[in-house]
């Protein structure tokens, strides 16, 4: 059997199976749609559709056949793609109609409407609105979308464009999510429609407070030097407030907003915005910057804002930080909402009222709830994601909303173990796409009732003859699963992949850990692993990968320790993982490596630098190098202010470790990075320099944090296999 390669790993067709992307159930349940790439470029994505009566699949609409006009993206567009990490072209996103009749899609600036009654389509808007973050309303008769940083709607029978606000421009932006909203929250969204489609709550962003600064952006054949508000560390945030539109149907006048009044710190964070189900109250989740609070608070619409403040219902608190989640959800009954919570040390769900009447656990014990899913009012039935068997997998479970204290009522597990799964639920949680995979399974869709009884096959993906991968399989290495205890004797998860060449007597064998290390990202699950690691264990080499304390779905002890100081417990139980390493029989242990992308770069540099003569060689790619040059919100949730922390601050930066680097560097970043600003790297070039260390660098012209695309990807790889084969693959 043929070896795999680099060119066949960033060449078409993926090896993974080409599994299908943006899965959603229509309101009706009817169908199951999804985007797939193009037979005939795979970077390019149509829509398709299951549909769950018949089993057959089909394909709705095939971008390549629209007649759009082939425009750069807006600024804003760029940058929702790059916080989503949207890689491909054609149709990347689409709404489903409330009515399930139609489907909506935004290409080119403009916005398109396909039905599915006649397979016609209708354009909506022209190219020149440049429409973006759309939506319908929830009764059908609107679409709403951002547009020169203003909000509109435009009625779907005639196509009468309301606007909705007008003060955007400049530093002033409706219905748009700020950069740490959306990079660091994850809140994409920025406005919602009440239930009942009367109003609107959106978000205005207001960017004067943060200073200008400049950054380059340097491509093949250009240099770009952009102003940009970049919220450093210590330094001011946007100011957002959240304002509410009543929907004049007529469309003649502009709307008058109402201005909530949160009664919230300066330069508070607005984490979340949710409807209650009397499309009467809104409920806001406000941090204060420290992160230390999580307040819940309630706005009940139409009140003279001067008389009144929001209500506060709830507020979680932490002596480090509370994390955000996306589990509110209000019920019929609007006094009553699930809620998730940490206050235990672990995630786990609730149900509350708004008057403080009620409150009763849903979920208890020694394990994190992921996500909530969805919530079957008639059978009374709580739907969430959650590793309650083990940290290694995620699985859907099932739990009772009448819970009575007196009984130990367990959630029930709907998904089969063995497999690592990702979930959703259709409308009314009776239905549940489930995305699963595990090392010998390639990534596989599945449509599930509410039981977890499979119903059809979506995506099978069997890793047969015919499958793309069939070819290499026999070269896979052997993966062994196991736990290391950390200093404090928390379990530590880790996986090895073991060159086959192992079993060979008295052979030894250099092996690289690949790390990253950093808060809210769990590495080692069960699941699918990608193509790369099976061919660097044929090239010879092993891997190792270990989430340190610090890491997500453990619970709150060990995710806090890193507070005020990072790259410390994490370094230390990496090398708790070299120590095993060393251990081993088939290991050279002078010839190790180490390599990360983003807080992995960060965590390379660290471990070559805090622990010299460990590794020989390390690539470290996008790093940061100095936490004052990254953003306010990450930051400061794990550091607190530079003013108040100094001290955590300059042990957390790579500088002070400089001196003590031994072994071969090479430092890789885009050259357009917003994300983590490339001065990360050019500053610590300087450093690099002052202390006359060798080191390499490869810098890619116009590449964002993600180094996306098949040639830069492809450069970018040859590249580390001959930086690893020249430094670790002879010994010397």
């Known amino acids: 059997m043929p070896s795999l390669t680099l060119d066949r790993i960033f060449n078409d067709p993926d090896l993974s199976g080409s599994p ?4 959603k159930f229509s309101p009706d349940s009817r ?66 109609s409330p009515d399930s009749q139609s489907i909506l899609f935004p290409i080119s600036g403009a916005l398109y409407l396909y039905s599915l009654s006649d397979s016609s389509l209708k354009q909506m808007t022209t190219p020149e609105v440049f429409a973006t973050d759309v939506h319908f309303s929830p009764d059908g008769r609107f679409l709403s979308y951002v547009a020169k940083q203003n909000l509109f709607c435009v009625t779907i029978a005639n196509k009468q464009v309301i606007q909705l606000t007008t003060d955007g421009g400049g530093t002033i932006s409706n219905g748009i999510a700020e950069f740490i909203a959306q ?14 489609s009367s109003k ?50 007529a469309g003649t006048e502009q709307p008058a907003v109402e201005w909530l009044n949160l009664a919230n710190e300066p330069e508070s964070y607005i984490c979340r915005v949710n409807w209650l189900s009397d499309s009467a109250r809104l409920a806001v989740q ?33 002596d480090t930080w509370v994390n955000l989640h996306n589990c509110f959800h209000s019920l019929k009954d609007a006094n009553l909402f699930l809620w998730a919570s940490e206050r235990s040390g672990y995630n786990h769900l609730y149900i509350k009222s708004i008057d403080g009447s009620y409150a009763c656990q849903l979920t208890s014990g020694n394990w994190v709830v992921q996500s909530f899913l969805g919530y079957d009012e008639v059978r009374s039935l709580v739907y969430f994601s959650g590793l309650k068997e083990t940290p290694l997998e995620t699985h859907l479970y099932s739990v009772s909303s009448n819970i009575n204290p007196a009984n130990d009522i367990q959630p029930a597990r709907l998904s089969a173990t063995g497999y690592n799964h990702q979930f959703q639920a259709d409308p009314n949680s009776r239905f549940f796409i489930d995305r699963y995979s595990n090392p010998e ?73 690949v790390v990253y290390g950093g808060p809210g990202v769990q590495r080692v699950q069960n699941e699918w692993i990608p193509p790369w690691y099976h061919y660097m264990t044929q090239r010879g080499y092993g891997i190792l990968q270990l989430d340190n304390r610090g890491t ?37 242990s002078s010839r190790l490596g180490v390599f990360g992308h983003s807080y992995g770069g960060y965590m390379t540099l660290m471990l070559m ?74 500053k610590l070039y300087k450093a690099l320099q002052d202390e006359n260390l060798p080191f390499e660098i490869m810098n890619y012209p116009g590449a964002k944090h993600g180094l996306t695309g098949r040639k830069v990807n492809l450069h970018r790889y040859s590249l580390m296999d001959r930086f690893f084969d020249q430094h670790l693959g002879t010994k010397t």
């Open 286 to 318: 406000v941090q204060p910057r420290n992160q230390q609070q999580l307040a819940l608070k309630i706005w009940q619409c139409g009140v003279d804002a001067n008389n009144q403040e929001a209500k506060t219902v709830l507020t979680e608190t932490s």
């Open 183 to 196: 990079e660091e929250m994850h809140r994409f969204e920025a406005y919602w429609w009440a239930p009942d």
């Open 441 to 513: 399974q390639p990534p596989a869709v599945n449509l599930i009732d509410a039981k977890g009884s499979s119903i059809a096959e979506l995506f099978v993906n069997k890793l047969n003859s015919t499958h793309p991968y069939a070819p290499y399989i026999s070269h896979n290495a052997s993966i062994e699963h196991g736990q290391l205890k950390a200093t404090d004797g928390q379990q530590l998860h880790y996986r090895l992949f073991k060159p086959k060449a192992t079993e060979q007597p008295n052979s030894k064998f250099p092996v690289i850990v």
């Open 609 to 682: 630098m805090k622990s010299p003569d460990t590794f020989r060689a390390g690539i470290s790619v996008a790093p940061v190098t100095d936490w004052q040059l990254y953003d306010t919100h990450y930051t400061e949730r794990f550091l607190g202010s530079p003013a108040d922390n100094p001290e955590g601050y300059a042990a957390s930066n790579v500088f002070p470790y400089i001196s003590g680097l031994s072994g071969q560097l090479l430092v890789i970043h885009g050259m357009a990075d917003d994300n983590v600003l490339f001065t990360n790297s050019t």
């Open 20 to 23: 299908p992307e943006s899965l």
């Open 31 to 96: 169908y199951v749609s999804f985007l797939k790439p193009a037979e005939d470029d795979f970077e390019r994505l149509d829509i398709w559709a299951f549909e769950t009566q018949t089993g057959q699949s089909s394909l709705l609409v095939e971008s390549s056949q629209l007649a759009f006009e082939d425009r750069a993206l807006s600024d804003e567009e760029k940058a929702v793609r790059e916080r989503k990490r949207i890689r491909h072209t054609g149709i990347v996103e689409y709404f489903w």
């Open 200 to 249: 609107i709550a959106f978000t205005q962003v207001d960017e004067s407070p943060i200073e200008v600064s400049q950054r380059y952006e340097i491509d093949a054949d250009s240099f770009g030097v952009f102003d940009q508000r970049y919220p450093f560390a210590g330094q001011p945030n946007a100011s957002v407030k959240v304002g509410i539109i009543s929907i004049d149907e």
């Open 552 to 588: 997500a779905n453990r619970g709150v002890e060990f995710e806090s320790l890193i507070y005020r100081q990072l790259g410390d417990v994490e370094v230390q139980d990496q090398l708790t993982g070299v120590a095993y390493l060393k251990s081993l029989p088939w290991v050279d």
